[in-house]
């Protein structure tokens, strides 16, 4: 088996066992806990104002490789996916001076640097780090349109990864999949 086959399983047998399956009673879901933050551009999110959207959020740091490996797919799902502005929204999560040793001035210049343009906002005390359970970095969890979670995935992923558990959100939130090369053209 191929790497890149091997990878697939893995990856839908982890969405299964995290309960993105589809056809889950509704009735069961689980609201994703709301927030307000503010990004590196000193621009609020709140996580209740992308209802009607599906949602990436994706936990990282600056000192883990898994987590810069993984942010250019993102970065490019970013743009591909109209900014935010479509049916998904792509949303990154630092923790400057907790989770991360680095300041919030210290991510902002590593977004910078490494040319990271889509919104990451700024957990400045840790609390939402450890309420959204993140042992493992990355973790990138798919919020459902009408704002219950769908699951989560430990661990980085690759571009085909992410347009698999979009699609499934979506699917699942009875929007329309995104059409994208499973590889950056």
């Known amino acids: 088996m191929s790497m890149k086959r091997l990878t697939a399983a893995l990856l839908v047998l982890a969405l299964a066992l995290c309960g993105m399956a589809l056809g889950e009673d509704t009735t069961q879901r689980e609201m994703a806990p709301d927030f307000t933050l503010f990004d590196q551009y000193a621009v609020q999110h709140s996580l209740s104002d992308y209802r009607g959207q599906v949602v990436l959020l994706n936990f990282w740091t600056t000192w883990c490789p898994w987590c810069i490996r993984e942010m250019p797919d993102l970065e490019a799902l970013y743009h591909e996916l109209g900014e935010n502005s479509g049916s998904v929204v792509i949303l990154g999560m630092g923790g400057p001076d907790t989770v991360d040793s680095v300041s919030e001035e210290e991510i902002v210049s590593f977004l910078e ?38 699951g989560y995935v430990a661990g980085a992923l690759s571009r085909e990864g992410m347009l698999e558990i979009i699609n499934k959100t979506l699917a699942d939130s009875g929007l329309e999949p995104v059409d994208l090369p499973l590889a950056e053209e």
């Open 113 to 150: 640097e490494h040319g990271f343009t889509y919104p990451c906002v700024m957990d400045r005390d840790g609390s939402l780090f450890s309420l959204w359970g993140v042992e493992a970095l990355p973790t990138t969890w798919m919020i459902r349109a009408d704002g219950t979670i769908m």
